[in-house]
């Protein structure tokens, strides 16, 4: 079964999606208090990447690119924003501050010009302790509108998800799953990017992770039906005998009396055939072709005999001469019957 971050991910509506989103800084801040170091070092990283850097990066134009300074700084974020790993920042360090303004110009070119994702990924992975993962770091900077960060959060919330697998690959399906997301949203009215979908997705998983609270009043409740309808029960409508059958109700048009939710009053239920006394008409299921039982026949009758009751055809509803047959005619066709069943059971014995 999907996760619930999955849910929402596959399933979220622009409105949440706006709600959650505007919730970021509380997610950001509940991340920043779960970690052993000071929560004011990542909320400080955060403020530069997402608001800062950016803004450098769109400054230089043609020729955007990272400072070594800058990429130092990335890692730094990404370590702090998720899981620890020391050894990525000294290898990032190793790097001459010309190879990386060289592989990162390389990298925005490709996008800006080609809209070759996977080429700028390539081409950022040429430096040292730079995988898919901080490559889409770098590019989700440079350019939110087409790459998502590679977050742990965000391939976990992944449908049918079974580990993290920092890959080409992997991260490639992520960018089509965010995509979907982006057209969904921005479908319903709203004005959406991989990076904005990412950093969403993100701060849901960690709100459910830390502090499911912040999501108390994400529209359209905090269950499981993220935005989704529920299915809507068919109503099936049949006129029988001047009566509506609704939805398994039966009512009377004259408002006399009502019998609703499969629950029948004074009934008795005999071969999908339900008789209501104070209508005193037959109402037949809508199963297929009635077996009712004929009138005067016992467990002995022939086999093979199998009369059509009275007042019912084939349709299984009570025809309207049923309704009007005075009684004598009922019991002259019942006397007639039990006259001839003798003859059949004389003749059976032959």
């Not at 997402?50 to 803004?55: A, M, R, T």
């Not at 050894?87 to 490709?110: G, S, Y």
């Not at 040292?128 to 959060?153: H, I, R, Y």
């Not at 005067?296 to 009369?307: A, D, L, Q, R, Y």
């Amino acid at each position: 079964m999907a996760s619930k971050s999955a849910q929402f991910f596959e399933n979220g509506t622009n409105k949440q999606f706006e709600f959650v989103l505007s919730k970021y800084q509380e997610s950001l801040q509940a991340k920043a208090d779960s970690k052993n170091s000071k929560s004011e070092i990542l909320l400080k990283l955060d403020k530069w990447y997402q608001n800062e850097l950016p803004k450098k990066i769109k400054s230089r134009g043609k020729e955007a690119h990272l400072t070594h300074e800058e990429i130092v700084q990335t890692i730094k974020w990404k370590l702090a924003r998720g899981q620890f790993r020391p050894r990525l920042k000294d290898l990032i360090q190793m790097n001459t501050p010309r190879v990386v303004m060289q592989e990162t110009k390389k990298a925005f070119r490709a996008i800006y010009k080609k809209n070759d994702l996977e080429a700028a990924v390539s081409a950022l992975s040429n430096l040292k302790g730079v995988g898919p993962a901080m490559a889409s770091a770098v590019l989700a900077a440079g350019a939110p509108e087409v790459a998502p960060f590679m977050a742990d959060e965000l391939l976990l919330s992944m449908p049918e998800v079974e580990g993290i697998d920092y890959t080409m690959k992997e991260y490639m399906k992520l960018v089509e799953k965010t995509k979907e997301c982006v057209a969904r949203l921005n479908a319903q009215g709203g004005d959406w990017n991989p990076h904005k979908v990412e950093m969403t997705v993100w701060a849901y998983y960690i709100a459910r992770d830390l502090k499911p609270e912040i999501l108390d009043d994400m529209p359209d409740s905090r269950g499981n039906t993220y935005g989704v309808p529920e299915p809507v029960k068919e109503v099936v409508e049949e006129r029988v005998n001047g009566e509506n059958g609704v939805n398994g109700e039966v009512s009377k048009e004259n408002g006399e009396q009502k019998v609703e939710n499969n629950q029948l009053v004074e009934n008795n239920q005999t071969n999908g055939v339900a008789e209501v006394e104070d209508s005193q008409k037959s109402v037949h299921s809508l199963s297929p072709e009635p077996e009712a039982e004929p009138v005067g026949f016992t467990s002995e009758e022939p086999v093979g005999f199998n009369p059509e009751p009275v007042g019912f055809n084939y349709n299984g509803v009570g025809s309207a001469s049923e309704n009007t047959r005075p009684a004598i005619v009922q019991n002259q066709h019942k006397r007639c019957l039990q006259r001839i069943l003798p003859n059949l059971r004389l003749m059976k014995d032959s």
